[in-house]
């Protein structure tokens, strides 16, 4: 079984400075983790993913997310938050089942980013 | 190089019809799944085909049903719409050869159901 906890729903910030939006995942297989963007009306755009080729992800736009099996966590990071980055985010758990090599995405509940001028 | 395009835009219907959505996947890509988004949620899996069958359903009704064309496009069709089915759709394709399980999503599709 997979899932994933988005432990914010909401985080603000201000313009410039750090921004930290924490994900915890469960899975069964060997899993494949995301980070993807969707700002108001539109569709979802990838941010970063974690294959297993680095720990440390850098993705578009300054973002980044560090893979931590011990803590099961892959939190997305920013060092310094833009007015643009104001949007949803949401952190994705994928996982190959080993027989059938399917798979499906499991959304978490997303986080709402405000960022303050 | 096209992306994930999806048709229509926007829909309203009442309850009780049917709808067809539409979904055309990224150039190279062989996979197409649909997911549903409610208003302040994530989005949910609905089913997922490849080489023209469904291969993996999520927890929707039989009311959801989809099918892929040989050139990997898609259509979702729901029946008997409720007002609960008002939600943004999606479709996102991939390359079932690829190693890892990138999926790009087109804009949706914004379904209102009065």
């Known amino acids: 079984a997979q899932s994933v906890t988005q432990l914010d729903s909401h985080v603000s910030v201000s313009e410039g400075t750090p921004v930290l939006l924490r994900c915890n995942y469960s899975?069964?297989?060997?899993?494949?983790l995301f980070w993807y963007v969707q700002h108001p009306n539109k569709g979802l755009q990838l941010l970063l993913k974690?294959?297993?080729?680095?720990?440390l992800v850098k993705g578009i736009n300054g973002f980044e997310a560090e893979f931590k099996k011990s803590e099961t966590s892959f939190h997305l990071t920013k060092p310094s938050a833009h007015m643009s980055d104001a949007a949803e985010y949401f952190c994705?758990?994928?996982?190959?089942?080993?027989?059938?090599?399917?798979?499906?995405?499991?959304f978490g509940t997303g986080t709402r980013l405000k960022v303050l001028a | 190089d096209a992306g994930v395009t999806q048709s229509p835009t926007h829909l309203i219907k009442t309850r009780g019809q049917q709808v067809t959505l539409r979904c055309s996947p990224k150039?190279?890509?062989?996979?197409v799944s649909w997911y549903q988004q409610a208003l302040g949620q994530g989005p949910q899996f609905i089913f997922q085909?490849?080489?023209?069958?469904?291969?993996q359903r999520g927890n929707f009704p039989d009311r959801f049903s989809g099918h892929q064309f040989p050139n990997y496009s898609s259509e979702l069709n729901v029946n008997a719409l409720l007002l609960g089915d008002s939600a943004l759709y999606l479709c996102?394709?991939?390359?079932?050869?690829?190693?890892?399980?990138?999926?790009?999503f087109g804009p949706g599709t914004r379904l209102t159901v009065l």
């Open positions: 899975s069964s297989y060997s899993p494949s």
């Open positions: 085909y490849y080489e023209e069958e469904e291969r």
């Open positions: 150039s190279g890509h062989d996979t």
């Open positions: 974690y294959t297993s080729a680095a720990t």
């Open positions: 996102a394709s991939s390359f079932r050869g690829a190693v890892f399980d990138t999926q790009y």
């Open positions: 994705v758990v994928s996982g190959r089942k080993p027989r059938s090599g399917t798979y499906k995405y499991i």
